[in-house]
């Protein structure tokens, strides 16, 4: 089912790409690879992304274009608050299972409207609370921390994140404990594009 015009990469390789594509994207020098109607029509053979992004449904972090990749290049669910649930963990299993992408990303933002809601206490109506249920323990993970509450919760809830992730799936498990796959925390900035690996 991953088939492409480019070969495989392990999950070095696939972490270069993406950094090398947000610094370009950070300096304005983006290429916009991979967007040509030639490129689509080789597309139709199938698709080999080379990472699996989660992160939130903000406006402002679209994934192909603070990573400046093209299409084919990188298999993205998200979500508001790129908060895990079963679903979104089976769509990575997807990716790593079937589509065989060596690196998953998740990638917290600054600013971020969901973490934001949880720390100010909001009562948010219909089905807005389940989100901010899942995100409320990283926010009491961090509440005594000093610096910046709200960027201590962002960047806490993209740990958990990918904490959950390992946690709740054996085919993620796996391919981790095989060397196949890495799962990595990630933050970027709305204010400079920045994205950075977290530790
Ligand atoms: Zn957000």
Redesign the pocket.
Known sequence: MAQSDTPPMNYTQALARLIEGNRRYVAMRQQYPRQTLAHRQILLEGQRPFAAVL????SR?PSELIFDQGLGDLFVVRI???VPSPLVLGSLEFAVHSLEVPLVMVV??S?????SAVIKGETMPGHIHRLTEVLQPAVDAVRTLPGDLLDNA?RESSRMTVGYLLEQSPILRQAVEEDRIKVVPAYYSLKDGSVEVLP
């Open positions: 992160s939130c449904s903000d972090v508001a608050g790129h917290g933002h600013q971020c409207g969901a973490v962002i």
